[in-house]
């Protein structure tokens, strides 16, 4: 008995503006519309995972984006009530003669900021390279 071939059937239907697209890309191809939407189809399932890759990659960039957004927000509102109460003080030395004490104190904590940021540095740099050497 000879061997059967399968050769399974798929049937769709189209919208008229969608069939007369698909009958120009054809004549265009010099191909017959069921060659065009085989290779559609079969070029879908090859890059189908890629695809949702893609769309993941996509959502997780608008996540990334809003919530950068938002720190970047509360940082503005928090460096503007800072900067009220900065000016609020420098306006006060005035009239307290105070002018070295106040720089003195602003350079202190700037420089522990600094320092802080830079131990916050190394904290994320090592727990990184922990990750990365597993």
Same mark, same amino acid.
């Given at each position: 008995?000879?061997? $059967?071939?399968?050769?399974? &059937?798929?049937?769709? &239907?189209?919208? $008229?503006?969608?069939?007369?697209?698909?009958?120009?890309?054809?004549?265009? $191809?010099?191909?017959?519309?069921?060659?065009?939407? $085989?290779?559609?189809?079969?070029?879908?399932?090859?890059?189908?995972?890629?695809?949702?890759e893609d769309k993941r990659q996509?959502?997780?960039?608008?996540?990334?984006?809003?919530?950068?957004?938002?720190?970047?927000g509360m940082l503005a509102r928090?460096?503007?009530?800072?900067?009220?109460?900065?000016?609020?003080?420098?306006?006060?030395?005035?009239?307290?003669?105070?002018?070295? &004490?106040?720089?003195?104190?602003?350079?202190?904590?700037?420089?522990?900021?600094?320092?802080?940021?830079?131990?916050?540095?190394?904290?994320?740099?090592?727990?990184?390279? &922990?990750?990365?050497?597993?």
């Amino acid at each position: 008995m000879p061997k $059967r071939t399968f050769n399974p &059937r798929v049937e769709t &239907r189209l919208t $008229r503006d969608a069939f007369q697209k698909l009958d120009e890309v054809a004549k265009e $191809r010099d191909r017959s519309k069921s060659d065009v939407v $085989r290779e559609a189809v079969l070029w879908y399932l090859e890059h189908y995972e890629a695809l949702k890759e893609d769309k993941r990659q996509s959502e997780l960039t608008q996540s990334l984006n809003a919530m950068t957004n938002r720190i970047c927000g509360m940082l503005a509102r928090q460096g503007a009530e800072i900067g009220t109460l900065y000016e609020l003080a420098w306006q006060n030395h005035v009239d307290n003669k105070i002018e070295q &004490r106040f720089t003195q104190a602003a350079n202190t904590v700037k420089s522990n900021m600094r320092k802080r940021l830079t131990d916050d540095e190394r904290r994320v740099a090592e727990s990184m390279k &922990r990750v990365v050497e597993k």
